[in-house]
């Protein structure tokens, strides 16, 4: 097994390793060596490599390559093409029981902290894609409207769950991977996009969630 492959198995065992962790966990030296082959892999589309909480750049399997639980596979499109995680099992997770929360919807608040790193994973499909189209443009209309005045940034878009960085994110990033990595549905409530998919690709915004910003339309029902 070359160095390369002893990578490959020790973020199939514990996704999100940094160079660091890497090069200790593999005895591989000097730790440089590790960070070149990273970037190999990366470029293969073997890996992905991605900034996060504490600054430091971690790796982790693509989904193609991560192990993936037979009973798991489908993909419902609140589900995003998540790439920087390989699949747990229920023991693993800090849920009591993951597979019963399969049919559940998990809305979690957006942060005020946002990351802004450039290297990130894959996006997933955009809530867009499970609406109607009377609703898909009712949506829109009002992140027009919204973002407009958050000083929007989409030069570098990433994934939602990735995209934040608060407090929670922080305290609740390993559980919320694993969540979407096994299944679980989870959307999260933007100040500046209203609800996007965990996996949903956006950009960088100055917005508070705040009600007074909604379409006067929203309250016609």
């Given amino acids: 097994m070359n160095n390369a492959d002893r990578i490959l198995a020790l973020l199939g065992q514990h996704s999100g390793l940094d ?3 890497l090069a200790k966990l593999a005895g591989i030296s000097p730790r440089q060596q590790v960070n070149q082959i990273c970037r ?3 470029a293969a589309g073997l890996i992905v490599r991605a900034r996060g909480i504490s600054g430091k750049i971690s790796n982790a399997l693509l989904p193609e390559r991560a192990p993936v639980r ?6 419902s499109p609140l589900q995003p093409d998540i790439s920087s995680t390989s699949i747990v099992s229920n023991a693993d997770l800090p849920f009591d029981s993951a597979e019963n929360l399969r049919d559940t919807l998990l809305i979690i608040p957006c ?9 990130i994973g894959r996006g997933g499909a955009p809530i867009t894609d ?3 189209a009377t609703l898909t443009q009712r949506l829109q209309d009002a992140r027009a409207t919204v973002l407009a005045k958050a000083e929007l940034d989409e030069n570098h878009l990433m994934p939602a769950w990735q995209r934040y960085a608060g407090t929670f994110y922080a305290a609740a990033n390993k559980a919320l991977v694993d969540a979407v990595a096994i299944g679980l549905h989870v959307l999260i409530l933007s100040g ?9 690709a956006i950009g960088n915004y100055a917005m508070r969630l705040n009600r007074r910003l909604r379409p006067a339309e929203w309250c016609k029902n």
């Avoid at 037979?70 to 993909?75: G, H, L, Q, V």
């Avoid at 942060?111 to 290297?119: D, I, P």
């Avoid at 500046?192 to 949903?200: H, K, S």
Wanted: charged letters at 30%; hydrophobic letters at 25%.
């Fill in 40 to 42: 190999r892999l990366a």
């Fill in 70 to 75: 037979p009973d798991i596979r489908s993909r």
């Fill in 19 to 21: 160079d660091d962790e």
């Fill in 130 to 132: 499970s609406l109607p």
């Fill in 192 to 200: 500046g996009y209203g609800l996007v998919t965990a996996g949903e």
């Fill in 111 to 119: 942060s005020g902290r946002k990351n802004t790193a450039t290297t």
